[in-house]
C-alpha cells in the first residue's frame, strides 16, 4: 500500500505535488457547492474562479490555524520570494474577476 509519505515525496521545488494536486482536486469538486451558497447569499462566484483562489485561501486558511507550511512560509517572508507573491496576487485578481452581486430573485408571495 502507498503510504502519504511516499505520495508526498514528489515535489516541484519544495511543495509536494500531492499536496497541490489534492487541493486543487478538493477545490474543483467543492465549488459547486460553494458557488451555490453563495449564490443564496446574494454573491455570484463563477466555479472556475474558485479554482483560481485555490492557493490563496490556502495561505489564509493555514495562517488562521497555525500550520504554517513551505508556501505559507515563503509568502509571508518579507525578504524574498517576490516570484510567489506576485503570482498570488494576480491568483487574487483573476479570482476575483467575474464575482459580483446579484439580487435576490424570490417572489414577494414566498414572504
Not at 463563477?46 to 512560509?73: C, D, E, Q, Y
Amino acid at each position: 500500500m502507498i503510504s502519504i509519505e511516499f505520495l508526498r515525496q514528489f515535489r516541484i521545488f519544495e511543495f509536494a505535488v500531492f499536496d497541490l494536486a489534492l487541493a486543487f482536486l478538493g477545490v474543483l469538486m467543492l465549488s459547486p457547492l460553494l458557488s451555490w451558497i453563495f449564490k443564496k447569499c446574494g454573491i455570484h462566484i463563477p466555479k472556475r474562479n474558485w479554482i483560481f483562489l485555490t492557493l490563496p485561501m490556502s495561505i489564509v486558511i493555514h495562517i488562521a490555524v497555525g500550520h504554517i507550511t513551505p508556501l505559507t512560509r515563503n509568502f509571508i517572508d518579507l525578504g524574498g520570494h517576490y516570484f510567489l507573491k506576485i503570482l498570488i496576487i494576480c491568483l487574487i485578481i483573476l479570482g476575483m474577476r467575474g464575482i459580483k452581486r446579484i439580487k435576490n430573485t424570490q417572489d414577494k408571495s414566498d414572504i
